[in-house]
């Protein structure tokens, strides 16, 4: 997925406010919402903060 957003950066803004809503939404941290998807806690923290300069 970080390759995806590296490629259509133009989206990576509206990707990353829609998937931080939606864990936000489900009460969920990182680390839950990481565990769910069957990764790391720091893929998650990468792809909520493309974009922005900070990951």
């Known amino acids: 997925m970080l390759a995806y957003i590296r490629k259509y950066g ?3 803004n ?3 406010r829609r ?3 939606l864990r936000k939404a489900a ?3 990182q ?3 990481a ?3 069957g ?3 720091s893929n998650i923290s990468r792809l909520e903060s ?3 300069g900070s990951g």
């Open 50 to 52: 493309a974009g922005d």
């Open 35 to 37: 565990a769910l998807l």
């Open 14 to 16: 509206e990707m990353k």
């Open 27 to 29: 009460g969920l941290t």
């Open 31 to 33: 680390t839950q919402m």
């Open 19 to 21: 998937m931080i809503a």
């Open 10 to 12: 133009k989206y990576a």
């Open 39 to 41: 990764t790391k806690k």
